[in-house]
């Protein structure tokens, strides 16, 4: 009976106008949690499958550095087959073209699983080989072969060598280790990889074994390989953990989406409430008691939920389908796949969350009584439950999708700092212009004064609307400038050319070559590839709890920095840097940031390995970059004395300006020096720029999410007072004011309410990016003034629109309707 009375309830209610509101608020949300894990569970199943699949051996093991012999001989032991490849990044080049390459060198056993597939013929079909090239020939990918205009049969000068072209490459069985690079590929024999003189080579080793084997490899690996990376066909994806990674930012990102919503749904529930509330006295009136009714609304706001989540799952299926679409230029056969698991726990954390929304309005219905009936039921004022349990529902989303601490606390600060700047600014113009205009008449004066009257709604409508318009103007004029700030900072101070790895024997032969070519060393700097294993005595991984972009990069070789002076790019922020002719070689600068994001501190032990040898460092100091003679800098410094432990030659990092006639004798370098890394700075900028596209489609599609509820918002908070504000309207009517007047002054109040909300949006993306411009880059933000007033009058013009359409029914009033309200 209670069931078909609760049915019945909703029904009747379904098309009002504030349920319809909720249930459209409440179905905005599913729709994004849903798409955000329906996308993220089709990826993941995708690349656990094609980890069965494409993984090319049983176990792989990965690192910088090569194996022992007695190390070797351990993987001989156990397992059955074993190949040794190892994976340099060169330059090949082809007349006066060039080309940056991922190069494979593979021995007579590659591969131990599967087979390449290689055409002999430029339009042939592949043909299933079990072994890689002979020595003398390479084998290089479709896009290599067209990119340096190749032909079949020709031959490649490399390094101290030539090389013989037969063969286009068209699949490597463990092509999946490469993290879906699009890097262009190249094939050789292990036995050429001497003509190429390659540095920072990595090192794989690709085992077959039966799972006994297996299980005592690994636990050999983890315990005498520390600093090697171990895959099988049950560790997980190389990629599952990013994907994880961008799940959990974009979850995190939602905060500001739940807390629009709850704004809205308690502006838009407030004459739902109180609708409630005389049912609720009603039924008590006549026997029901409190338990009853509380099960009558909440069998009321479940069917509600339900009903918007039926669309929105559809809906979210469509979107996935559609997103997924996209990335199969990246991951072919990538299709939505249903995870029953993942779809639930979507579906269990959103029922929470909008519960926690609903419990105020379940405290005031457990305290109606039946007296209410005949006096004027209390209305939502009690600020502290309304928008505490709110802020509690906001830190359950922080807690499901927080997995960094640093990002979780820089996300959290902007989107504060910006809802702060705004109150701030809403609550000095509103009160500087009612004060201004206190003693004055006219429409201002009293414009002023009835916004100022209801500073909560209004100022609920200009955070919506400010968050919503600096998202955008954070989307489409911040992402354009840095790239244009960026590439310019970076041609004045470090020429037009970088070098990003180049060994002394190089060095000496860009120096001869930059005279003869009258280009420019702007400058070089020194460094070692080190790969961090141990902070205070754990291995990086037992003592990283948390996924990073520092742990993500520090899993790799990183740079160590080697020098007396402190570079002039450099300044220490805590700690004390070494002095000169200090004899401890065994101190460390760590950058700040790093510091932060790993939860290093002074005095922490880190141990590196460098070439083949474990070097221990005390972490003394920490430094940030400064605005310099360029932009390279590095994570971690160490002294110079730090060479004679080592006593091995450095690599070096700098950059050239080069005459315009010098890019067309590069070819000459690469030819002599293939494993020469050399990108200019024009090719730094197109990658910024692809990954800024990539930022740009995915915030898009975010503010795209902003702009509806912002707009949900304003729905919400005009119905909410629309009561009033036909009152206001009427009695203004009254007093001898026309219609005109009337649509005027709300012209007025939305004007103020668009402009606050742009200027609002306008200041706090300068104030972001200028703390973006300052800790990422060390350079001040120049934003296109332009782009942003064309922004804010655009802004303004939309939110006027919206806010003019959604209040259009307040002023459908009469001097007879306001009798009647009043009587």
């Known amino acids: 009976m209670l069931i078909l009375f609760v049915w019945q309830l909703f029904r009747q209610q379904y ?71 190892q994976l340099v990044n060169v330059t090949l080049t082809n007349d006066h073209y060039w080309q940056t390459v991922q190069l494979k060198a593979v021995d007579d056993l590659y591969p131990v699983q599967g087979t390449v597939q290689v055409a002999f013929e430029t339009d042939g079909q592949g043909q299933s080989l079990s072994h890689g090239p002979k020595s003398g020939e390479i084998w290089v990918d479709s896009r290599l072969f067209s990119s340096l205009q190749l032909t079949l049969g020709q031959s490649l000068d490399i390094g101290h060598g030539q090389l013989k072209l037969t063969g286009l490459v068209r699949h490597e069985p463990d092509r999946l280790l490469e993290g879906h690079s699009v890097a262009m590929r190249a094939l050789v024999h292990l036995d050429d990889l001497s003509m190429i003189q390659a540095d920072n080579a990595r090192f794989r080793y690709l085992l077959t074994g039966d799972e006994s084997e297996l299980n005592t490899l690994k636990q050999w690996a983890t315990t005498e390989l520390v600093t090697a990376q171990l895959y099988d066909k049950h560790s997980g994806h190389p990629l599952s953990l990013f994907w994880q990674r961008v799940e959990n930012f974009v979850g995190l990102a939602s905060v500001l989406l739940f807390l629009m919503a709850a704004i809205a749904i308690d502006q838009a529930g407030r004459r739902q409430l109180i609708s409630q509330q005389r049912f609720a006295a009603v039924c008590l009136a006549m026997g029901s008691n409190k338990l009853q009714v509380f099960a009558l609304s909440f069998g009321q706001w479940l069917l509600t939920v339900i009903a918007g989540l039926l669309p929105a799952t559809i809906l979210a299926w469509g979107a996935g389908y559609l997103i997924l679409e996209q990335m199969q230029i990246q991951f072919t056969d990538l299709t939505v796949t249903w995870i029953w698991a993942d779809l639930f726990s979507s579906y269990a954390l959103l029922l929470a969350l909008l519960a926690i929304f609903q419990i105020p309005n379940w405290l005031v219905m457990v305290k109606v009584t039946p007296a209410q009936l005949i006096r004027q039921m209390a209305s939502l004022n009690h600020l502290l439950p309304r928008y505490g349990f709110a802020l509690f529902g906001v830190a359950v989303v922080v807690f499901v999708y927080s997995d960094n601490g640093l990002l979780t606390a820089m996300t959290l600060s902007a989107m504060a700092a910006t809802l702060i700047l705004m109150m701030v600014l809403t609550w000095l113009v509103l009160r500087l212009g009612y004060t201004v205009t206190s003693r004055a008449t006219g429409m ?18 200009i955070l919506g609307v400010g968050m919503c318009a600096t998202l955008l103007l954070f989307t489409l004029s911040l992402m354009k400038d840095i790239g244009q700030t960026m590439e310019s900072y970076t041609r004045e101070h470090d020429g037009n050319l970088m070098i990003t790895q180049a060994n002394e024997q190089q060095v000496q032969d860009i120096r001869q070559w930059s005279a003869q070519t009258g280009s420019d060393i702007r400058q070089l700097k020194p460094f070692w590839y080190g790969q961090l294993s141990h902070v205070n005595g754990q291995t990086l991984v037992e003592f990283a709890t948390g996924p990073s972009e520092s742990l993500a990069s520090l899993q790799k070789p990183i740079r160590l920095h080697f020098s007396i002076k402190q570079a002039n790019n450099n300044q220490t922020v805590i700690g004390q840097r070494w002095k000169e002719g200090d004899a401890d070689w065994q ?3 760590v950058e700040q940031e790093v510091m932060t994001d790993m939860g290093l501190k002074l005095g922490d032990q880190l141990r590196f390995e460098v070439a083949g040898q474990s070097l221990n460092f005390e972490i003394k100091a920490s430094h940030k970059y400064v605005p310099g003679k360029g932009s390279i800098t590095f994570w971690f410094n160490v002294p110079q004395s730090t060479m004679n432990k080592l006593q091995m030659p450095p690599l070096y990092m700098g950059s050239l300006e080069l005459a315009g006639t010098a890019w067309g004798q590069l070819a000459e370098l690469w030819q002599r020096h293939p494993s020469l890394r050399l990108i200019s700075v024009r090719e730094l900028t197109q990658r910024f720029d692809d990954t800024l596209s990539i930022v740009i489609m995915l915030v898009s599609g975010f503010s795209l999410m902003i702009i509806l509820l912002a707009v949900l918002v304003i729905s919400a908070s005009v119905k909410g007072y629309e009561a009033d504000e036909r009152k206001k309207n009427a009695l203004l009517i009254s007093f001898g004011q026309s219609r005109l007047t009337c649509c005027r002054l709300s012209l007025f109040e939305w004007l103020l309410t668009s402009l606050i909300a742009s200027v609002g949006a306008i200041l706090g993306t300068y104030l972001t990016a200028q703390l973006i411009y300052q800790s990422q880059f060390g350079i001040n933000y120049k934003p296109d003034w332009l782009w942003i007033i064309a922004t804010l009058l655009v802004s303004a013009l939309v939110v006027c629109s919206a806010g003019m359409i959604a209040n259009r029914s307040s002023l459908k009033f009469s001097v007879g309707t306001l009798l009647r309200s009043i009587g």
């Open 15 to 85: 098309h009002q106008a504030d349920v319809r509101l909720i249930r459209w608020i409440q179905a905005t949300l599913m729709f994004f949690i849903l798409t955000l894990s329906l996308t993220s569970s089709s990826i993941q199943t995708y690349l656990a499958n094609n980890l069965q699949q494409m993984l090319g051996s049983d176990l792989v093991i990965s690192q910088n550095q090569a194996l022992t012999d007695a190390q070797l001989s351990k993987l001989h032991q156990y397992a059955q087959q074993l190949s040794v490849s």
């Open 444 to 461: 201002m004066a009293f414009g002023f004064y009835m916004v100022k009257q209801r500073l909560l709604s209004k100022s609920i409508q």
């Open 587 to 589: 101190q460390v600068s």
